[in-house]
């Protein structure tokens, strides 16, 4: 409407004045107020010069008043001039112009303009309304302003003087629980942190509230957190959003306050961080609304926040940090993310075992309420042997890329006691995939206690040590290397032939701390790795670790262990329960020569195929070295008579090994002894170990199956 009048009032202020002039009732009256510059020839100055000539006829005298409202003393001339339309009550219908000048005079001037009367009214003819069309200049306005809040900031000082705090929040509160009487509105708040602690509603509901941002929000927080890759959109301070919620309304406002510095517990409970703000949430909605809003509400945005992160978060890959094994406290744990590219797509095996894998990764992860109702921990075992380049690594990334789950990459030598073991268990978090890499290597499972004290280096056994490695430390302050000298003497009574070795930290170069790590070291005199056994986690308390009572705690876990030598593994680790499902990476085959060539090349037929096709049965050679081969050029037919070329190679010497060990009278496939069980059954099958039929595991036994291991069940093979 206001746009619409104003469109007339520029195209022609004529015709608009006169259709205002049509609206008017007799008795009311019309101001129009007009601003402008009289050096420039606009409206108002024009009218202004008529004015002026008009009263300057009447009375010379007054010139000097007819610009009321000059702002000449802020350099500028604006005349304001005030055109009062009114329906004259004496003159019945007749509508005539009057031009009100601010002049003090009574007198009325009349003059004829294009054959119409106009009145040059004085002030006097609307005495009440003089005020309210005088229109203050904009200084006035502003310092009015300016006083106004001066004084509202005096005020405010002297109530922040005089009146105690206790005294102001109880006045506050006061009021607050008046307005809120008569409000049908209840607010929850969701503090950041309670009583220190962090406040998980809290998280939970900046995460949710990112999903329902409406599209034409004007202003939004945008953060890329640590360790995430993607960002993060959050409401700015102040700000609220709407939520509807089973035909509810509800209201998230974000609210920060600055608060005198205070130090809260990390995430990680282990440090502290300091902050000088309140951060909270106020949740508002009908009082009525409230059990809904709790009971149903409140868990339906920590569903959905859950769902988010799940979302956001990148795979990672754990790995121990050794500072805080020693006992500093803090996360054992230290992470990187995991961008390991093996999938089942990608992995050369064959299809019917990838296929057996994935679904029994599938029936686990439905299976929480069944591995309660039968009383197991829900967790899955899994054994993958054979010999190194098969794969086994590549297809735990491939689980983890499946599940979405964190891999943790436990080194069982980095241990010292079992409850190192323990403490490490209740800290994986859950979804998770504990790999433990070479089991047969990194713990001796047979009488190793006896084996260790044998070999630990001693006053008493000094022949344990063959090489001793003596820590030595750059001290910043004094520019130098030091080291504890009564400890290279002590070494060099037990064995001439030192070797030395320079630790330098660049990362700490504190003195004293340096000190104390040397100190530290000092009392590890390592000697050569291969004849010292230092004190470790023993069979019993990894057996307890993989299916003792402490592996109920925490929830849908698969434990992979690999090893190229399965039979060195004890029986006990191997039942069902510890490693439920074995399974055996073998050398290529045909299957997984087809799925290499057809990842590195894009190639899915070739006439060379049925050659190297026809070797790769016969030469036995790993996926790895298959990929190494077909890396090294571009062009599939150089690639491919290339890999030919390999395979006739491996299979002739591996033909050569055989006659060589039958002329030295060994014992027949005595060198393949090992490689022989490794290769038992097909290449790439699953070896599924029977598991208890009760607790629902599903049994395949294919046709060839034998019986591996009395104790432990049937093994089932292919
Ligand atoms: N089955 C396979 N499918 C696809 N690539 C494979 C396969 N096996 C091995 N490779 C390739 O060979 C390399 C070595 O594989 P990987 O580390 O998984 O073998 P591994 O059996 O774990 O070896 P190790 O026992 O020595 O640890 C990887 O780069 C991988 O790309």
Redesign the pocket.
């Known amino acids: 409407m206001f746009k619409a009048y104003f469109d007339l009032f520029e195209n022609d202020f004529m015709v608009s004045l006169k259709s205002r002039l049509e609206e008017m009732v007799p008795g009311s009256h019309m101001v129009l107020t007009v601003i402008g510059s009289d050096r420039k020839a606009n409206f108002s100055g024009i009218l202004n010069d008529i004015v002026l000539e008009k009263l300057r006829c009447n009375n010379e005298s007054r010139t000097k008043n007819l610009t009321p409202h000059s702002t000449a003393e802020h350099g500028e001339h604006h005349p304001v001039v005030q055109l009062v339309v009114s329906t004259s009550t004496s003159e019945k219908m007749q509508k005539t112009i009057a031009v009100k000048l601010g002049l003090e005079e009574q007198e009325q001037h009349t003059s004829t303009c294009r054959n119409r009367q106009v009145f040059w009214r004085p002030r006097t003819m609307f005495p009440r309304r003089r005020t309210a069309t005088i229109i203050p200049s904009a200084t006035t306005m502003i310092s009015a302003a300016a006083s106004a809040a001066a004084t509202m900031m005096l005020l405010r000082s002297l109530v922040r003087e005089y009146l105690p705090a206790e005294f102001r929040s109880y006045i506050f509160y006061k009021f607050e629980t008046l307005i809120n009487s008569f409000s049908s509105e209840l607010t929850l708040v969701v503090e950041e942190y309670d009583n220190l602690n962090h406040n998980n509603l809290f998280k939970a509901a900046e995460l949710y509230l990112e999903t329902i941002i409406p599209p034409d929000a004007k202003k939004l927080k945008i953060s890329l957190a640590n360790k995430e890759s993607k960002f993060s959109l959050s409401l700015d301070r102040y700000q609220e959003i709407v939520d509807t919620f089973n035909g509810v309304t509800l209201k998230w406002k974000f609210i920060s306050k600055q608060v005198p510095m205070k130090y809260v517990p990390s995430s990680d409970n282990f440090n502290s961080i300091r902050i000088s703000e309140d951060r909270f949430f106020e949740l508002s909605f009908h009082k009525k609304h409230k059990d809904m809003v709790i009971d149903v509400y409140l868990k339906h945005v920590i569903k959905k926040s859950k769902e988010l992160k799940e979302d956001k978060r990148s795979l990672k890959i754990f790995t121990l940090r050794h500072d805080r094994m020693s006992g500093r406290g803090g996360d054992v744990w230290q992470s990187v993310d995991l961008h390991h590219p093996?999938t089942f797509d990608?992995?050369?095996?064959d299809m019917e075992s990838k296929r057996t894998i994935m679904e029994d990764l599938d029936r686990f992860v439905k299976r929480k309420e069944f591995y309660r109702r039968v009383g197991k921990a829900w967790k899955r075992g899994y054994l993958l042997f054979?010999?190194?380049?098969?794969?086994?690594?590549?297809?735990i990334a491939a689980i983890a890329n499946y599940l979405k789950f964190d891999i943790y990459d436990l080194e069982l030598t980095d241990l010292r006691t079992n409850s190192d073991l323990r403490n490490l268990l209740v800290s994986i978090e859950n979804k998770s995939v504990l790999m433990v890499?070479?089991i047969d290597c990194s713990i001796e499972l047979q009488d190793r206690l006896a084996q260790a004290r044998a070999m630990t280096p001693s006053r008493h056994n000094p022949a344990a040590f063959n090489q001793v490695i003596i820590p030595l430390a750059y001290d910043y302050l004094d520019q130098r290397i030091c080291v504890r000298y009564g400890v290279i003497s002590q070494a060099m009574s037990y064995i001439p032939d030192i070797v030395f070795k320079l630790y330098v930290d660049d990362n700490n170069q504190n003195t004293k701390a340096f000190t104390a790590i040397l100190m530290k070291l000092a009392v590890f005199l390592v000697p050569d790795r291969h004849n010292f056994v230092q004190p470790q986690v023993t069979l019993s308390g990894l057996l307890n670790f993989v299916d003792g009572l402490w592996s109920g705690c925490g929830d849908e876990r698969i434990i992979i262990f690999?090893t190229?030598h399965k039979e060195r593994l004890d029986p006990a680790l191997l039942r069902p329960g510890r490693m439920d499902v074995h399974i055996h990476?073998s050398y290529?085959t045909p299957c997984?020569f087809k799925?290499?060539v057809s990842?590195y090349l894009g190639l899915t037929e070739h006439p060379l195929f049925p050659s190297v096709e026809a070797l790769i049965e016969t030469a036995k050679v790993?996926?790895?070295e298959v990929?190494e081969q077909l890396l090294k050029c571009e062009e599939p037919e150089s690639v491919l008579t290339g890999l030919i070329e390999f395979l006739e190679d491996k299979k002739s010497e591996r033909s050569k090994r055989e006659d060589g060990n039958r002329d030295n009278n060994e014992e027949p496939g005595a060198a393949e002894g090992e490689l022989a069980q490794e290769l038992d059954g097909n290449n790439?099958e699953v070896v599924k170990k029977e598991v208890d039929g009760s607790n629902g595991e599903v049994v395949k036994k294919e046709e060839g199956a034998e019986e591996a291991d009395g104790e432990n069940g049937r093994i089932v093979k292919g």
Request: aromatic residues 0%.
């Open positions: 093996s990608t992995l050369a095996m054979g010999p190194p380049g098969t794969g086994k690594s590549s297809l890499e070479d690999t190229n990476m290529c997984g799925m290499l990842n790993t996926p790895a990929g790439g």
